[in-house]
């Protein structure tokens, strides 16, 4: 099964027509169609979208889904794919080998109470996700400050100066991915 057909099924257990689906979602009809047709995946924000207008959670759309083709990694937990100190009180550890040779880079970072990580900016074009596992994170972008919780989440252009700073009580840690992997 793939995203389309899982948004079809679903939609359609909902008895929601695609009209609906399309105005509660705020996804345009000829997207949801595609999707639907598997013309196209649609994007991380359109599934969010659509699993808020269909009232299921984001895993109800993936759990189905069929690998079509490429190559699957595993990695063990115990495997030690690296682990960059940024200081005393903030690490960053990869989350998969190889990354560089990979489309996108995930990373652990794991900051200690009041601790916080090193100024970056990547090159032009290089984004970056951020999910707030634990803690209390102020992420400093650009000039501006974001303040997030657990299960927060930030995306942004990344050739922007930003750091991440833990403001709580706890270690804060939060999975980072980069795409492209920035060199």
Not at 118 to 147: C, S
Request: hydrophobic share 40%; proline share 3%; charged share 25%.
């Amino acid at each position: 099964m793939n995203v389309g057909e899982a948004i079809h099924k679903l939609r359609k257990e909902k008895k929601m027509t695609l009209l609906e689906l399309s105005v509660k979602s705020g996804v345009a009809l000829a997207t949801l169609s595609r999707m639907e047709n598997g013309r196209m995946t649609g994007t991380l924000e359109s599934h969010i979208n659509i699993c808020k207008a269909l009232d299921i959670s984001l895993t109800d759309i993936y759990k189905d889904l069929m690998i079509s083709s490429g190559k699957v990694e595993v990695e063990a937990r115990k495997a030690g794919t690296g682990v960059f100190v940024h200081n005393k009180r903030a690490s960053s550890e990869m989350l998969a080998a190889n990354s560089f040779n990979k489309k996108m880079v995930p990373i652990m970072i794991k900051i200690a109470k009041g601790g916080d990580t090193h100024p970056e900016q990547t090159k032009a074009g290089t984004e970056k996700f951020i999910y707030v596992l634990d803690g209390k994170l102020e992420a400093d972008i650009g000039e501006i400050k974001y303040k997030l919780v657990k299960g927060d989440t930030l995306y942004f252009e990344s050739s922007a100066p930003h750091h991440f700073k833990n403001t709580g009580l706890a270690e804060v840690r939060l999975i980072s991915v980069v795409s492209p992997p920035a060199l």
